[in-house]
Structures are given as structure tokens and as C-alpha cells.
């Protein structure tokens, strides 16, 4: 929840501006819905793409506050982040309702970001493994096979997020790497091998070559250090540079 729609638009300009030579990554964006907008009339002409930050699963009806997934389209959105670990711990995000939006984002020709993760109590308990496990299971129940192909999942250990603290680059691979045989083993290896899987938790400049050089880490989700726009095509720079594609 930062920026206003001109504080938005300021920031979305100046990083396509930074980003303009690359062509290999590929760069979303997503502001709070009142910044929607503006930002996609900035990010005109330019290879970014813009997403949401949530999104409800009926169409339209009498749900006041709730934004849908053809209102997220119309205003130009082609992403939508669901599942986010604020969503889950302040706002009663279930598995379930991700499931919902989940199918609801396909249904309305968006490309869901699901993201997944375990908090600090969960990881030093030794759940991390089940508490992804069921996050998956859960959120992609009944998601038919071309929705599939088209999701991405983003790895955010609760623990690391807006705290400084960030996975090794091997705790965050070991994660990945169990999501993508997980994946494989339900719903297949052509799906799970195409799978881009991101790492959100702390992300910023100076970690974000060693975590992409980790073999099952395609991308990131990045959080305080996309609020200032020389941070974050810092981020998408090296990302170019490891051969990596989506951030």
C-alpha cells in the first residue's frame, strides 16, 4: 500500500526509462488499484506489463470494495498477484479462496501469480514442506491443464518478508526445487519443467545475482525495493545477465 496514482506514475515512468534496453526479462509491475490507470497509460509503448495485487473471484455483483477480473483487464492489467502472505495473514486469505481467485484470474484471461510460503514458526517447527504442500494442493485443485501452463507461483517465505532477512540462496532452492517436483509429480513434467517459480523475501540488488543463479529460481517478486526505480532495474538488470526471464 504506497504511492498515490501520480507518485505511481512518476515511479513507472522513470523505470522504463532505466529498463528500455532489455528484452529478455520480463518486467511486471503492480501499483494499488486506485494507481491502475494512470500507470498503464506510462507504460504504454514499453514491454512492461501490469498487474494487480489481488483481485475477487465473482465477475461483478453486490461485493462493495471488490475489484474482478474483467474490471483488472479493462484497466490494462494482464497479471494479478494472489495469495500474498499479507493477504493471507491480514485479511483471512484461505487456501481456499486462493483456489477461487485462482480459477477466477484464468477465467478472466489473466495470468495468476500464486504465491506460497511458511512463517518463521512454521519453518523452525519443520513444516516448511507440508505448509507448501498443502498451499499447493489446495490452490490448484481443479485447475484444468492449459490454466496450469499459464500460472506462475512465487516462493515468499513469510519470515524474510519486509524483515531483512532473506533465504540462502540454498534454503531458497531446496524450496523451489521441492515446489517444481511437487508440480511434476501432479500435474506433470512438461508443465512443472515450464514452470516459472519466483523468490520473494528481501530481495534487492546486492542478493539478487546469487539467488538467480540457483537452477530452480526463474524470477523474483520484489517487494520495498521496486519503490524506487534505480533499485529495482537493478534488480532486473542481473536478471538479464543470468539468462533468467521473469521478475
Avoid at 22 to 34: E, H, L, N, Q, S
Avoid at 196 to 206: C, D, M
Wanted: hydrophobic share 45%; proline share 3%; net charge negative.
Amino acid at each position: 500500500m504506497f504511492k498515490t496514482g501520480p507518485e505511481a506514475a512518476e515511479l513507472a515512468g522513470r523505470l522504463k526509462s532505466l529498463v528500455s534496453d532489455i528484452t529478455d526479462v520480463d518486467v511486471m509491475v503492480a501499483p494499488p488499484f486506485t494507481a491502475l490507470g494512470v500507470v498503464a497509460e506510462i507504460l504504454q509503448g514499453s514491454a512492461i506489463n501490469l498487474g494487480a495485487q489481488d483481485l475477487f473471484w465473482e465477475t461483478e455483483g453486490a461485493y462493495t470494495g471488490q475489484v474482478s477480473a474483467p474490471m483488472l483487464r479493462a484497466a490494462g492489467c494482464t497479471h494479478v498477484i494472489i495469495g500474498h502472505s499479507e493477504r493471507r495473514q491480514y485479511f483471512d486469505e484461505t487456501n481456499v479462496t486462493v483456489n477461487r481467485k485462482v480459477k477466477a484470474a484464468l477465467e478472466g484471461g489473466l495470468i495468476p501469480v500464486m504465491c506460497v510460503g511458511e512463517s518463521e514458526a512454521e519453518r523452525e517447527a519443520g513444516q516448511t514442506f507440508s505448509v507448501i504442500q498443502e498451499q499447493l494442493k489446495e490452490g490448484l485443485k481443479a485447475i484444468a491443464t492449459d490454466g496450469l501452463q499459464q500460472l506462475i507461483i512465487a516462493y515468499e517465505p513469510v519470515w524474510a518478508i519486509g524483515t531483512g532477512k532473506t533465504a540462502t540462496n540454498e534454503q531458497a532452492q531446496e524450496v523451489h526445487k521441492f515446489i517444481r517436483d511437487w508440480v511434476e509429480k501432479a500435474c506433470g513434467n512438461s508443465i512443472a519443467n515450464a514452470l516459472r517459480i519466483l523468490y520473494g523475501g528481501s530481495v534487492k540488488p546486492a542478493n539478487i545475482a546469487g539467488l538467480m543463479a540457483m537452477g530452480d529460481i526463474d524470477g523474483a517478486l520484489v517487494g520495498g525495493a521496486s519503490l524506487d526505480a534505480e533499485s529495482f532495474a537493478g534488480i532486473v538488470r542481473p536478471c538479464s545477465e543470468a539468462g533468467k526471464g521473469g521478475i
